[in-house]
């Protein structure tokens, strides 16, 4: 990774972490980006913050643990404040793709019960249509052929990925190729009809933002409408 490409994730995540509040439930994001903002969180943590942090996948939970950030547990809480994650790809539009860790199903739990979600990214993850980044599927282990072959069939060449890698939740990844996705919330519902996909990468309609970082400077993408205020 270039150093130019990690400082934009740097101030991409500093950024994000200035929207968290006192007393708020935070869930805590997966990936390199996120780890940068977890870092700082534990910081103010340190310094007094006080907050509950929700964590998307085990490692950072683990994460979370070791640098002293309180969690608890997502079903003890009717909604999380503010998640601050990262994303593969996303659009002026704010469709993401994610699930390049392997963590997808529980982001997208917690980015649903998520009143604010604030993705951080470089500037090497904005397209301009989704696709470059191969879409990650879940699906239940049974399933892995069937859902090969119903992927297929909506234009999208998958592998199940590593030998295999298992999910959290004990699921198999489908790395699938689209092409480009000229359409994701169609491709969205179209994948959730499939059996055997228990989730998959397409984000539409979660994000609330999206921080990019872009040289020394920060570039801000907001959701259409949004009532997000700092």
Known sequence: MSS?????????????????????????????????????????????????????????????????????????????????????????????????????????????????????????????????????????PFAANYVLQALRQLGGEGVVRGAPFITDEGNYIIDADFKRIADPVSLSIQLNNIVGVVEHGLFSGLAERVLMGEGNTVKVFLKQNSTFTL
Do not use: M, W
């Not at 809480?77 to 994650?85: E, G």
């Open 4 to 140: 130019s490409i990690q400082q934009e994730k740097q101030h991409a995540a500093l950024e994000a972490v200035k929207l968290i509040k006192d007393h708020q439930v935070v869930g805590l994001g997966t990936g390199s980006t996120a780890v940068l903002a977890i870092h700082e969180i534990a910081r103010l943590v340190r310094e007094g913050l006080e907050i509950k942090g929700v964590p998307t996948s085990e490692s950072t939970a683990a994460l979370a643990r070791e640098l002293g950030i309180p969690l608890v547990d997502i079903n003890s809480v009717d909604h999380i404040d503010i998640t601050i994650d990262g994303a593969d790809e996303f659009t002026r539009e704010l469709h993401l793709i994610k699930g390049g860790g392997g963590a997808l199903l529980r982001e997208k739990i917690v980015a649903a019960k998520t009143r604010q979600e604030v993705i951080v990214a470089d500037s090497s993850k904005y397209v301009e249509q989704l696709g470059k980044f191969k879409l990650p599927v879940e699906v239940i």
